[in-house]
């Protein structure tokens, strides 16, 4: 997934102290580490995972003259962007990052990022002005935070952790902004519709397979092994379905489950059978919740219960994907739920309210499930990709009309269903209830946790959290335990977080105290 940290001022900063605080994310790019120190100008730093030009060409400081480049990324149009600058420009590698640098030279920074079909954070330091640039994807697929030092300069860094002890605020870089070296400017707020799409409706399940199955296509290009997370849920299943009607040897898909009562697993496995895969299956234990917990908090850099509940089973299979092959891209079903809406948005009260929510949630997701599938994966020396999260598909699914995407028939995330109705999958995986994934790994594992917190905490304990910690109140025993770890990690941090992922509690039905979606009276058969 690869890492980086940027120091943009003088000498007066300790940066042997910053590129030791900078070590604490070597597990994002264990295959190479540069640093570059430009005196009082600055500094960055670099730990490679190395998917595109696995040579020594493509480590990172990229440098052309003038220019300097950090980027964490796959930039999907990089084949194309780079026909249109190769007789003029000698590139050094085949890495896609590299693409950014001509275009930069060529555009400047606000027209290079409005041209990137990309999941991307990149800083550029320009040695000739002076001057340090940087930009996020429009999702915040990938990571990025800045703080500013004692004497007022900006750092940058994939994680917070690295700028723990030199910043005294520290805050995401928001998505689909770039900062000019000045201030931060939206160049794409995706979550927007200035007008819907009003298609029919095989229109739109036409233009739904087509895009999401570019936004596969394009994923599966990488110089290492690439392999599936299948939770047997419909996201993850349909982007191992396209995936190996695409592909000519087996794909490579991977199950979590806990020992006593996997859920997923089974239907993981209808999955891989169906598309005839090369399929692993991981089980862990209760002991292996708690082994981990802390160290899952440290890695993922939140409180939430939602995202923490859900990272359990994530992590512990990046882990063993890891530890145990050669694969090194995952590719993952997350971003369906918040664009085609999920259990609680069936009691959306109206259209503009189910759109209202959806934009809510895509610009919140690089705090939640994105970052859980970001942290779960990166901490483990793997690269998540999203198809979901393809630009093109995402700005096409936001603008159907919200009254054709709400659940008016019974069956959440219809039109995508409809989309992939061939052959894809078996009909009990396209039509199958929606469970989440912090249930459907096994509904014991979020119990054990419950179970946990029980012992540690009294109710004196949770009624003097509000007094503890007045921002992100925790409101059970369990959000208490997972507050408490954080702040032992990172004392004074929560803001980085905004709230706890939960349902709209302004709607009927969503008034719930756990975000899971077994508390919902609409959860049926799901998760069983």
């Known amino acids: 997934m690869c890492g980086f940290a940027v120091y943009t001022g003088s000498d007066k900063m300790d940066k042997i102290l910053f590129a030791s605080e900078f070590n604490r994310i070597k597990y994002r790019g264990p295959d190479n580490s540069v640093f570059r120190d430009f005196g009082k100008q600055g500094w960055m730093g670099f730990h490679r995972l190395s998917i595109m030009d696995v040579s020594n060409n493509g480590n990172q400081p990229l440098e052309y003259q003038n220019i300097h480049l950090v980027c964490n990324g796959e930039v999907y149009n990089s084949p194309q962007l780079r026909k249109k600058y190769e007789d003029h420009y000698h590139f050094m590698s085949t890495s896609d990052c590299e693409v ?156 979590i489950g806990i020992e006593d009562d996997p859920i997923d697993t089974k239907y993981a496995r209808i999955v891989a059978d169906y598309l005839g895969a090369d399929h692993t299956e991981v089980l862990f234990t209760k002991q292996d919740i708690f082994d981990n917990l802390s160290t899952l908090i440290y890695n993922i850099e939140t409180w939430d219960i939602t995202t923490i509940r859900a990272s359990v089973g994530m992590y512990l299979i990046c882990k063993y994907i890891s530890e145990n092959t050669d694969v090194k891209v995952l590719m993952t079903g997350e971003i369906a739920d918040e664009i085609f809406g999920y259990k609680y948005t069936d009691f959306a009260p109206s259209p503009a309210a189910f759109q209202k929510e959806a934009e809510k949630r895509l610009n919140e997701i690089h705090q939640y499930d994105v970052l ?61 209830q929606k469970a989440a994934f912090s249930d459907a790994v096994g509904h014991s594992c979020v119990d054990h946790l419950k179970a946990c917190a029980e012992e540690m905490y009294s109710y004196p304990d949770l009624a003097n959290a509000a007094e503890k910690y007045p921002h992100g109140t925790p409101f059970s025993k369990e959000s208490l335990m997972y507050r408490d770890i954080f702040e032992m990690h990172f004392p004074g941090r929560s803001g980085l977080i905004k709230n706890f992922w939960m349902p709209n509690k302004e709607w009927e039905n969503c008034n719930v105290n756990d975000p899971s979606a077994r508390v919902l009276p609409n959860y049926g058969a799901s998760g069983v």
Not at 378 to 388: K, T
């Open 100 to 255: 950014i640098i001509p275009l930069f030279l060529d555009k400047g920074i606000k027209e290079t990022v409005c041209a990137l079909d990309a999941e991307f954070v990149f800083v550029i330091y320009d040695s000739a002005e002076n001057k340090y640039f940087a930009a996020r994807d429009p999702i915040g697929i990938r990571p990025l935070f800045y703080g500013y030092s004692a004497t007022g300069d900006i750092l940058f860094s994939s994680e917070m952790k690295t700028l723990h002890s030199f910043c005294q605020e520290i805050k995401p870089f928001p998505p689909g902004h770039y900062y000019d070296g000045e201030e931060f400017i939206c160049y794409r707020d995706i979550s927007k519709v200035e007008t819907f799409a009003h298609h029919k409706l095989n229109e739109i399940f036409r233009n739904i397979n087509e895009k999401l199955t570019r936004g596969i296509e394009k994923r599966l290009h990488a110089d290492v092994p690439v392999g599936f997370l299948c939770s047997g849920g419909l996201d993850s299943s349909l982007v191992c379905a396209v995936a190996a009607k695409m592909l000519k040897c087996p794909i490579k898909t991977f199950a």
């Open 372 to 432: 859980r599938a970001d942290r779960c994966i990166s901490s483990c020396g793997l690269e998540a990709r999203v198809p979901f999260g393809d630009l093109d598909f995402v700005d096409y699914v936001m603008r159907i009309a919200p009254e054709i995407k709400m659940n008016n028939t019974g069956i959440g995330k219809y039109l995508l269903r409809k989309a992939f109705e061939d052959d894809y999958l078996p009909q009990e995986i396209l039509y199958r």
